[in-house]
């Protein structure tokens, strides 16, 4: 890992356990990130496929035993933790399974972290994360404005588990610290914050939890748990930054293409046994055709597609900020970015360089009697653009817009406490890989069409 443009690391903490097959052949040093994502371990122990370029699809829901001895070894090795070198013995699909395995050690080792579990969706992996720690009595700290389903999973089912969640200012040291209370378990948070591209300092929040910790038996630590969806690992590793565990939708940038659905858990050794654990009852498995395209085609191709999206999000966030017709534009490449050199520190690449993201948020000028342009701005690109296609999701090839406040974010405004946060003019564009100048133009017809030419 380069250390160019470095950020101080979290306290209290030990350099990420790199798994060896992700050095090159022999011990030389280690290739480039951008490359161990291409070609993961030359040779997996997970399965032996050293004469397949392509690492082979498995679909087999059960696995062959050979004996009830052999049998009885599986089930009491299930859960322990893989050991290099030494292949598992596979049971059932549910419960661990070769192509899902390797895509697993494939997105620890792109996370920064000893074991990644992978589950059937972003939702599945969140809900596994929290319920594998917390339990009835805790609490989780939180931030106001959440993905619209982790709004939800908080404030609508986990209370019916008994886990209360408070939302709070995660960036504000001495308020986080006084909400630590010994009920705390987790303090969870996205960032960039979606939708607005707001930023949470997670060093700040790790040394805040530090001392809290500090105390406690290892049972009863809080742990941080960040939603790394928005600036993937290419663009940010939050283990490295301060947190405890990541979780993450394989859906959006990671996949990609926009075919398959998926999330993963990555973080020390010590959580996995617990996450297989819950995956295997809870069943919100990954199916193995997903975890195959996401080891073949999503994870390869990221560091191009996430660096090309990257360049034409500027090069829009400027022509959005350039425009008279626009009250704000938020990028955290701009210049104008309010927490620019928190965005330097954290949201950084493999090779060490700034990374602001795929992802931009903007709010036309308020016109005197139309408080619904922002949204006629989207309806009109909605029927008429070529290049900018209205849809939830994010990160895929085709750019995609939206209206958070009627779209993905109804789960806050609709109810709770955190509706005035979230801006009903407010517009996201998850940039694709059309050329920039094309995306422009689209734009500009649009501004044009809603609210007349630019006065000059
Ligand atoms: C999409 C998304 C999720 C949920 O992921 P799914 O794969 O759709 O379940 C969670 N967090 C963020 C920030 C997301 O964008």
């Not at 161990?36 to 370029?53: M, P, T």
């Not at 940038?253 to 973080?267: D, K, M, P, S, Y």
């Not at 750019?399 to 993905?408: F, N, Q, V």
């Amino acid at each position: 890992m380069s250390t160019e443009g470095s950020h101080p690391g979290p306290p209290e903490s030990t350099p990420p356990r790199r798994r060896k097959a992700h050095r090159g052949k022999g011990q030389e040093p280690a290739y480039s990130e951008k490359t161990h994502l291409i070609h993961g371990r030359n040779q997996s122990d997970r399965w032996d496929y050293k004469h397949h370029v392509v690492p082979p699809l498995s679909s087999s829901v059960t696995f062959r035993l050979d004996s009830t001895d052999r049998a009885a070894r599986a089930f009491v090795e299930f859960g322990k933790g893989h050991v290099e070198g030494k292949p598992p013995i596979y049971i059932y699909d549910r419960l661990d399974e070769p192509t899902r395995g390797m895509l697993e050690e494939n997105l620890a080792y792109a996370e920064e972290g000893e074991i990644g579990v992978a589950f059937a969706s972003g939702m599945a992996a969140i809900t596994a994360a929290i319920l594998s720690w917390a339990r009835a009595g805790d609490r989780v700290l939180t931030c106001p404005v959440l993905y619209g389903c982790t709004y939800s999973l908080f404030h609508n089912w986990l209370p019916r588990f008994g886990i209360e969640c408070e939302a709070l200012d995660l960036n504000d040291e001495e308020t986080l610290s006084r909400k630590l209370t010994p009920q705390v378990r987790i303090v969870y948070f996205e960032t960039p914050i979606n939708p607005d591209l707001s930023l949470i300092d997670i060093g700040l929040v790790r040394r805040v939890v530090d001392r809290a910790n500090a105390g406690r038996p290892p049972q009863d630590r809080i742990r941080i748990l960040v939603d790394n969806t928005f600036a993937t690992p290419y663009g940010q590793r939050p283990l490295s930054l301060g947190a405890h565990v990541v979780v993450e939708s394989l859906t959006k940038n990671i996949g990609g293409f926009g075919t398959e659905l998926g999330g993963v858990v990555v973080g020390p050794a010590e959580i996995e046994s617990a996450l297989l654990g819950f995956r295997k009852d809870f069943g919100g498995v990954l199916s193995t055709k997903s975890a195959w395209a996401f080891l073949v085609y999503g994870l390869p191709t990221l560091p191009v597609r996430y660096r090309q999206q990257q360049e034409t999000a500027m090069k829009v966030a400027r022509f959005l900020e350039a425009d008279p017709r626009i009250d704000k534009v938020r990028y955290p490449g701009l210049e104008s970015f309010p927490q620019k050199e928190l965005a330097r520190r954290q949201m950084v690449d493999y090779e060490g360089r700034f990374a602001p993201g795929t992802l931009l948020y903007f709010c036309l000028k308020d016109l005197p009697g139309d408080p619904h342009a922002g949204q006629r701005l989207i309806d009109f690109i909605a029927e008429n653009s070529y290049t900018m296609t209205l849809a939830v999701s994010l990160g895929q090839v085709k750019t995609l817009i939206e209206h958070p406040y009627s779209m993905t974010h109804s789960a806050l405004t609709c109810t709770g406490d955190s509706a005035h946060l979230v801006e009903p003019g407010g517009i996201r564009l998850s940039l694709g890989l059309e050329k920039g100048e094309d995306l422009i133009r689209d734009l500009k017809e649009a501004l044009d069409a809603i609210l007349g030419p630019p006065e000059r």
